[in-house]
């Protein structure tokens, strides 16, 4: 049981880094001056 929650846990870290990734890519496709 421990086994898999690690694993699931694995899962949303690894969708959440994707989740910021696309964010981050979005935010610089709207405005690339405002964040620097």
Not at 8 to 26: I, M, N, W
């Amino acid at each position: 049981m421990r086994k898999g929650k690690h694993k699931a846990e694995e899962y949303l870290d690894s969708l959440k880094t994707y989740y910021k990734l696309c964010l981050s890519r979005r935010t610089t496709g709207l405005g690339k001056t405002s964040e620097q």
